[in-house]
Nanobody, 127 residues
Framework: EVQLVESGGGLVQPGGSLRLSCAASGFTFRYYYMSWFRRAPGKGLEWVSGISTGSSTTRYVDSVKGRFTISRDNAENTLYLQMDNLKPADTAVYYC????????????????????WGQGTQVTVSS
């Protein structure tokens, strides 16, 4: 059974940092493209960042470029999102997601392309 478990969320002041983790199990993690999405209060699901299987390619939504860094540890089956210089607009529930098929070599920001999701972790940026 595929499982994705996020952790690392919390309450942080503007300008602060958090590091989210996503522990993966039940599939061969290193074969799959992975992404982070978020859902802000009252809004739809937004793709935030994605990373290729070997970490050679990363992509970000424009609003987080230069502040967020996605990474993965294939030996530990874990996906990360380092979030720096956080803003109130970053307040959301953050989800990690597994692409629907292995060996995917492009990138995708479409929720329909992801077959498994974690339960989410809340990030609140407020003074």
């Amino acid at each position: 059974e595929v499982q994705l478990v996020e952790s690392g969320g919390g309450l942080v002041q503007p300008g602060g940092s958090l590091r989210l983790s996503c522990a993966a199990s039940g599939f061969t993690f290193r074969y799959y493209y992975m992404s982070w999405f978020r859902r802000a209060p009252g809004k739809g699901l937004e793709w935030v960042s994605g990373i290729s299987t070997g970490s050679s390619t990363t992509r970000y939504v424009d609003s987080v470029k230069g502040r967020f860094t996605i990474s993965r540890d294939n030996a530990e089956n874990t996906l990360y999102l380092q979030m720096d210089n956080l803003k109130p607009a970053d307040t959301a529930v953050y989800y990690c997601a597994k692409y629907k098929a292995p060996y995917y070599t492009a990138t995708s920001d479409d929720t329909k392309d992801y077959s498994s999701w974690g339960q989410g972790t809340q990030v609140t940026v407020s003074s």
